[in-house]
């Protein structure tokens, strides 16, 4: 399995990172994209952590409210695009990527996971929780980097 980055793609992830990324044009499939991209280097926990780190710093530099940030929701989507790279099999671009799977931008397709009720509690913003319908699937993982062959193409 091969997954690509971009030129582009490196620059969107320094300018989300540095707070430099315009905060109306974080989309959902910005969010795809910054999680693809922290895949391609990371396994689940540590691209989940950086999610977090990365989007409560983006957060605070924007003036949003931090208690906006959805523990839950976040982690669970790193879990969905792992789960999607793993069926893709490659993709030379975090669009590649997304364009392979366009039901990912589908974003109330948590809400096959998780009933309304548990996904927008206070817990499941907090913390993360566990779906209580179907669970996110999930792949098996290396130590050091669950997806191989990544390469920032210039």
């Known amino acids: 399995m091969t997954f690509d980055a971009t030129e582009s793609d490196i620059e969107f992830k320094n300018r989300v990172e ?3 990324f315009p905060a109306s044009d974080f989309s959902h499939r910005a969010h795809l994209r910054l999680a ?3 895949l391609t280097e ?3 926990q540590e691209s989940s952590e950086r999610m977090r780190n990365t989007l409560n710093r983006f957060l605070i530099h924007n003036g949003v409210d931090p208690s906006k940030f959805h523990e839950t929701l976040t982690k ?3 879990l969905a695009v792992h789960h999607f790279m793993k ?3 490659s993709s030379v671009s975090a669009d590649d990527f ?3 799977n366009p039901e990912m931008l589908d974003t109330n397709i948590m809400l096959t996971h998780y009933s309304a009720e548990v996904l927008f509690s206070d817990k ?3 913390e993360f929780v566990q779906p209580d ?3 996110i699937p999930r792949h098996e993982e290396s130590m050091s980097n669950e997806v191989t062959g990544y390469n920032a193409l210039q």
């Open 76 to 78: 669970s989507w790193v």
């Open 87 to 89: 069926k893709t099999g």
């Open 133 to 135: 319908r179907d669970p």
């Open 36 to 38: 693809y991209l922290y």
């Open 18 to 20: 540095s707070c430099d």
């Open 42 to 44: 990371n396994n689940t």
């Open 124 to 126: 499941a913003r907090a």
């Open 98 to 100: 997304i364009d392979k």
